[in-house]
């Protein structure tokens, strides 16, 4: 696959995309402060609110008696389920599930909100009428274990979908959905013949993997602030709504309230850091109901130990992989139970495995996937569940087993299994993967050694670990795009937003670089009524919105061109105040180019005039002054030119569902280790990553999201798990003194090489990185390898001292 579709797909000159150290055009804002999110907006006369959470884990609200909490001064509304405005919004409210209203009076985990709102003076205030409210709770039998909650004898925790099909009708190829029993929704799915893969292998090995959860922990606490106002350009229909930190854009809202899209308003552009969440908590939608009762603006804010929410569910895995004597897997089979979540959670990140998971990639055809996706009580997940995208390191960890069992490379292992770029019965090898091998080894000083063969000089012992994934581009959206030339100027509106990944500035980069501009002469115009965002997918939407921008860039350059043709041959009157025009007459944009920010001739770059005055018209404007001889000083109108482009690149591997089937962009990562026997203290000395985006848009873009995803592998796999009390079903470590997460100076350092093979189909061949280098156990096989036992994450000094036998 390669850019073929687009204008100059195939560039090889590049002097603005790829350039390092272009910063962000809003990054001021943010190192200094002066940028506003959501909770930040606080307007004279606002009201606070307040849900009321649930202490249990699995509860009912029978009963609510408001009466002492209205009695407080300064509480000015409360709200319940029973009310007529909730029962509304229950039809419009985000549910991920049509049987179960947006807001009730049930509970299924620890801290979840009910439709039971006080809306005061304060936030003080909210706290204290949220004490003297009168309620009746009705405990409901919970699951927090998902090996008890999967048993026969199990207390059925949502039995009013017991029998329902958790997924909906299959996908040709796709998993097969058995009816739900108990807590427990089933899918199944293989391919090929299991009894003869087995049959086939030399040697068969049967282990088990536990994924535990872990907190995403956004930087920026999720709320809103809305209040209704009279919109003297929209005036009909009644009051419009202002509503600040309602993420990503105001669309969902204005649907949820039943309002035109003009009516709905959302000036600010900053989100804070995501990671596949896009998810709207209640806090962010419930403002402007309570903003509408009160007639005044609310403010309704998470804390952080509300938003404590998981980031990757848990999971237990156990595999059975056959192969043969020089490494072939011949068979494999896949038996996971995975944690379904709280009610609303997502579950791409479940039975997506099996779509897109890592057995697409391998030769092997025999493949069964047998997966129990189990009720709890334990967490909502808004998030897509991809921390580490559909379970990859389940067959990392089955190419490390067979190397360690042959004594052999385990990337000796991965290229043998490795199917070839077009299908899993291709026996070429990929380019993508052999070059990212070759720069990763170059960058670790690759020599793989058996477990617990070497030492380091200080004593400790040294462990090695690799895996390779692909570069997936999953974003599949449609842009609406649109440049404007206006007064001698570039302009790219944009309603943003902004969340970290720099989308923005990757188009700008991209309309400088088929414009002949530097980037700063691109001017981002952020306007949240623009239809333009670059996102779609998630960060690698960067590069497919790109692929639109270039589009519309190069129709905005052909407007030029002839405007400054247009302009040659009809210069304005004698006596205008105007540019003198190039030397275009009788051309064609054909013959033209824009080099350095000038409208140049193909055939001679050294004529041409600055692109600020090569596009003005014969039109005189008004009078503007009177020359010494009193005659009237006249201007040339300047033509303001404008471009748009709907669509979208060609569908990726991801899209057409061939993802791992077809192979086009990858990348390899690689972690070492020293480990203290003696302490049980692990220190990754350094994590190194070779990946192949296709096309590097934005370096710093991407060295960040390598980062952010080791940082999230470090913490997973030696810090981060969540404790429950089974009892109760509480979490034990809701906040950051018992909850573990890796600061500042605990991360180590990554290396880094990039290549880029231009094998993607979005802009310049450019697929994206995503975040397929998140992964939950390359730590821990680079422990096994130093030390020649496996430890479950997260790998702490006691579980290594028992996996020892020294405790």
């Known amino acids: 696959m390669a850019d073929l579709a687009g204008v100059n797909g195939q560039r090889e000159q590049f002097r603005v995309v790829g350039q390092r150290n272009l910063p962000g055009k809003l990054s001021y804002a943010l190192a200094t402060g002066v940028a506003k999110f959501g909770i930040d907006y606080v307007l004279p006369d606002m009201l606070h609110a307040k849900f009321l959470r649930s202490p249990y884990a699995n509860a009912r609200v029978k009963s609510v008696d408001i009466a002492k909490a209205k009695d407080i001064p300064g509480v000015a509304d409360i709200v319940t389920w029973e009310d007529e405005d909730i029962k509304a919004l229950?039809?419009?409210?985000?549910?991920?599930?049509?049987?179960?209203?947006?807001?009730d009076n049930i509970a299924d985990q620890e801290g979840a909100?009910?439709?039971?709102?006080?809306?005061?003076?304060?936030?003080?205030?909210?706290?204290?009428?949220?004490?003297l409210l009168d309620v009746e709770w009705e405990v409901l039998p919970h699951v927090v274990n998902l090996l008890e909650g999967r048993k026969e004898d199990a207390p059925v925790i949502r039995p009013q979908v017991r029998d329902a099909p958790m997924f909906g009708a299959p996908s040709a190829g796709g998993p097969t959905n058995p009816p739900k029993r108990g807590n427990v929704a089933y899918a199944n799915m293989t391919s090929g013949d299991m009894d003869a893969g087995f049959a086939a292998a030399d040697h068969i090995i049967e282990y088990d993997l536990y994924m535990p959860a872990f907190a995403s922990l956004l930087p920026n606490p999720s709320g809103s602030v809305a209040w209704w106002f009279d919109d003297p350009y929209y005036s009909e229909g009644g009051k419009s709504l202002h509503i600040e930190g309602a993420v990503k854009d105001k669309n969902a809202i204005s649907m949820m309230y039943r309002l035109p899209p003009e009516k709905t308003v959302q000036e600010g552009l900053f989100m804070g850091g995501k990671y596949c969440d896009w998810g709207r908590r209640k806090s962010q939608e419930i403002t402007p109901l309570l903003a509408?009762?009160?007639?005044?603006?609310?403010?309704?804010?998470?804390?952080?130990?509300?938003?404590?929410?998981?980031?990757?569910?848990?999971?237990?895995?156990?595999?059975?992989?056959?192969?043969?004597?020089?490494?072939?897997?011949?068979?494999?089979?896949?038996?996971?139970?995975?944690?379904?979540?709280a009610w609303g959670s997502s579950s791409f990140g479940n039975v997506g495995d099996m779509t897109l998971g890592p057995y697409n990639t391998l030769k092997c055809h025999n493949?069964?996937?047998?997966?129990?996706?189990?009720?709890?009580?334990?967490?909502?997940?808004?998030?897509?569940?991809?921390?580490?995208?559909?379970?990859?390191?389940?067959?990392?960890v089955a190419l490390h087993m067979i190397a360690e069992k042959l004594g052999k490379?385990?990337?000796?292992?991965?290229?043998?299994?490795?199917?070839?770029?077009?299908?899993?019965?291709?026996?070429?090898?990929?380019?993508?993967?052999?070059?990212?091998?070759?720069?990763?080894?170059?960058l670790m000083n690759w020599n793989w050694h058996p477990s617990g063969t070497k030492k380091l000089p200080d004593g400790r012992y040294h462990g090695m670990?690799?895996?390779?994934?692909?570069?997936?581009?999953?974003?599949?959206?449609?842009?609406?795009c649109k440049l404007e030339f206006r007064d001698g100027e570039v302009h790219m509106p944009t309603q943003g937003p902004l969340f970290g990944v720099y989308a923005v500035e990757c188009n700008a980069?991209?309309?400088?670089?088929?414009?002949?501009?530097?980037?700063?002469?691109?001017?981002?115009?952020?306007?949240?009524r623009e239809p333009f965002t670059p996102l779609g997918g998630g960060s690698d939407g960067t590069t497919a919105s790109a692929w639109a921008m270039k589009e519309c860039a190069n129709i905005l350059k052909k407007q030029i061109l002839e405007a400054a043709i247009e302009y040659a041959e009809n210069p304005p009157m004698p006596g205008a105040v105007s540019p003198q025009p190039g030397p275009f007459k009788g051309l064609t944009a054909d013959d033209?180019?824009?080099?350095?920010?000038?409208?140049v001739l193909k055939s001679d770059p050294s004529q041409g005039v600055p692109i600020r005055e090569a596009a003005f018209t014969s039109e005189l404007l008004a009078i503007t002054d009177f020359d010494s001889q009193g005659v009237p000083v006249r201007e040339a109108a300047q033509k303001n030119l404008f471009a748009t482009f709907y669509g979208h690149p060609p569908l990726s591997l991801w899209a057409t569902g061939e993802m791992g089937k077809r192979l086009d962009t990858m990348n390899t990562a690689y972690c070492e280790v020293a480990v203290d026997i003696e302490m049980g203290e692990v220190e990754i000395l350094r994590f190194g990553v070779a990946a192949d985006p296709g096309k590097v848009m934005r370096p710093i873009s991407l060295e960040s999201q390598i980062d952010q995803v080791m940082f999230f592998s470090q913490g997973c796999q030696l810090l981060e798990d969540f404790v429950f009390d089974e009892r109760t079903g509480v979490k034990l470590n809701n906040n950051m003194i018992e909850y573990k997460k890796p600061c500042i100076l605990d991360v180590p350092r990554v290396d880094r090489e990039f290549l880029e093979t231009r094998a993607g189909n979005a802009a310049y061949g450019a697929n994206g990185i995503s975040h397929s280098l998140a992964n939950t156990h390359l730590v821990i096989i680079a422990i096994h390898n130093a030390i020649g036992v496996w430890v479950d994450p997260p790998a702490t000094p006691d579980k290594i001292l028992k996996a020892l036998g020294k405790a």
């Open 465 to 480: 670990s690799f895996r390779y994934q692909m570069c997936p581009r999953h974003s599949f959206s449609s842009y609406s």
């Open 292 to 341: 509408k009762r009160t007639g005044r603006p609310v403010r309704c804010v998470n804390t952080r130990e509300e938003m404590f929410d998981v980031i990757m569910k848990q999971r237990y895995i156990h595999l059975k992989v056959g192969f043969t004597d020089d490494g072939l897997i011949t068979a494999v089979d896949d038996f996971s139970i995975a944690d379904g979540g």
């Open 113 to 131: 909100e009910v439709a039971v709102i006080v809306v005061a003076e304060s936030e003080d205030i909210c706290e204290e009428a949220l004490r």
């Open 409 to 442: 490379d385990p990337i000796d292992i991965a290229r043998l299994n490795l199917h070839g770029p077009t299908s899993k019965d291709d026996p070429d090898p990929v380019p993508s993967f052999e070059a990212c091998v070759k720069k990763g080894k170059d």
């Open 367 to 396: 493949i069964n996937q047998h997966m129990e996706i189990v009720d709890s009580n334990r967490y909502l997940m808004y998030i897509s569940g991809q921390h580490c995208p559909f379970n990859w390191d389940s067959i990392t």
């Open 509 to 528: 980069m991209v309309v400088a670089e088929e414009l002949g501009l530097e980037y700063d002469d691109v001017k981002i115009d952020f306007d949240y």
């Open 592 to 599: 033209l180019d824009i080099i350095g920010g000038r409208v």
């Open 90 to 103: 229950n039809n419009f409210g985000e549910s991920n599930d049509s049987r179960r209203p947006w807001l």
